[in-house]
């Protein structure tokens, strides 16, 4: 049994060095995954994801975030774009949207799962205002908001 689990972690370092550019991230998204951020903006939204955890503001997973959405919690709804299957979180964004509330789809849900500093990937996370990271959140809503939203 310990060789099993000695080739397991050889294989994750090897792919754990090799990361994938935003195009290579972007062929794997599923159909709903709009709006999709720009490399520009998925690198602020995991800037303001770090800073967030780092102050404890932040909401992971599903079930958690739906949770203080219907609660009226405010902030940025952040979705990984990748996620399958789709049924797993495909109501949350009309919850957004019925509460006014801004969301963007990231390209890739372990990148969102490590920017939070978790080891594991995660589908869905809300950012939620601080006086530490204000000027990185009011940037981030203001560019998720100018995003133009599905028809």
């Known amino acids: 049994m310990?060789?099993?689990k000695k080739e397991k972690n050889c294989v994750e370092e090897e792919t754990a060095g090799t990361e994938k550019s935003y195009e290579e991230l972007i062929a794997n998204i599923n159909p709903i995954a709009t709006p999709l951020a720009s490399r520009k903006l998925s690198k602020k939204l995991y800037k303001c994801v770090k800073k967030a955890s780092?102050?404890?503001?932040?909401?992971?997973?599903?079930?958690?975030?739906?949770?203080?959405?219907?609660k009226g919690e405010t902030g940025i709804v952040v979705f990984a774009g990748d996620t399958?299957?789709?049924d797993?979180?495909?109501?949350?964004?009309?919850?957004?949207?019925?509460?006014n509330l801004p969301y963007a789809y990231v390209p890739s849900k372990v990148d969102l799962g490590?920017?939070?500093?978790?080891?594991?990937?995660?589908?869905?996370?809300?950012?939620?205002?601080?006086?530490?990271y204000k000027q990185a959140y009011d940037e981030c809503v203001e560019d998720v908001s100018s995003l133009p939203k599905p028809i």
């Open 2 to 4: 310990t060789k099993v």
């Open 54 to 70: 780092k102050v404890k503001n932040i909401r992971r997973g599903v079930k958690e975030v739906q949770k203080f959405i219907n």
């Open 84 to 86: 399958l299957p789709i």
């Open 88 to 99: 797993v979180y495909c109501h949350l964004p009309i919850l957004c949207e019925d509460k």
């Open 114 to 132: 490590s920017s939070a500093g978790s080891k594991r990937p995660t589908c869905v996370i809300m950012i939620k205002p601080h006086d530490d």
